[in-house]
Each structure stands twice: as structure tokens, then as C-alpha cells.
């Protein structure tokens, strides 16, 4: 959400008028769609799930990436990383 909002306010044209970078940054936060934050939301849950089923670093990566259709990690994702 806030990468792809900082990338659209990059892309426009500097200015040094306060009026142009107000205007600037409303619409670069408007261009954040609601699908966007929904996705990234989801994708932080499976993430803050793995950290707290101790999964840390690439393990949480990997898992969050295998997982993606559900909300939440699975409890058996230990057993398969102890293999």
C-alpha cells in the first residue's frame, strides 16, 4: 500500500508550491485501491501468524508464499519444516 503510493508521488513532476504537493499527495493515496490494502493485509496476517508459530526470516517467507489461499498458517506447517 504505502510502496505503490510512494512510487505514484515519485513519478510526478517535482514542485516546490505546497498547493502541488498537498494536491500530489491526496492523489497519490487515492490510487491506493481497496483490493490493494486488502491484499497486503492478508499477506501481513499469514506473516504476523507464522512469527508467532515461530517462524522467522526465510521459513516465514516460504510459508506465507506456500499458504497464500489461506488466512492463517496451518498448524502442521512445523512438521513440514522439520523435514
Known amino acids: 500500500c504505502w510502496g505503490h503510493a510512494k512510487r505514484v508521488y515519485c513519478q510526478m513532476p517535482p514542485s516546490s508550491m ?3 504537493l498537498a494536491r500530489n499527495l491526496v492523489d497519490a493515496l487515492e490510487s491506493v485501491t481497496v483490493e490493494q490494502m486488502q491484499k497486503y493485509t492478508r499477506r501481513s496476517r499469514r506473516f504476523m ?3 508467532n508459530k515461530s517462524l522467522m526470516g526465510k521459513q516465514g517467507a516460504w510459508a506465507s508464499k506456500k499458504y497464500r489461499g489461506h488466512r492463517v498458517l496451518p498448524y502442521s506447517i512445523l512438521a513440514e519444516l522439520e523435514k
Do not use: N
Request: glycine share 16%; hydrophobic share 0%.
Open 18 to 20: 505546497e498547493e502541488d
Open 49 to 51: 501468524d507464522g512469527y
